[in-house]
């Protein structure tokens, strides 16, 4: 008799588990950088510095664009005028010396 109240409750669980994947899932952060248009500069848009030359790059996507500035610290600049540093990313620049 126990085994008539467990079927609706495994059909019941088996569905949820089903619909689970049914909904929108938002991208992680992975899938929005492989979408990105790529950062086409040796150097940092905001500082000019060589990337690599303050250690690993810090890399991040605005607006479906990949963004690599030398540092943290050039993100708060970036931020100020991002329209300023993307425009920067249509002609090249020389790294700093």
Known sequence: MKTKHLIPVALVLAGGILLTGCGKSTPSA???AAAAKPYPLPVCVVSGEKLGSMGDPFVFVHQGQEI???????????????????AKLAKPAEPKK
Do not use: M, R, S
Request: aromatic share 10%; net charge neutral.
């Open 30 to 32: 992975a899938d929005k």
């Open 68 to 86: 690599k500035l030398c540092c943290g610290g050039c993100e708060d600049d970036f931020k100020k005028e991002p329209a300023k540093f993307l």
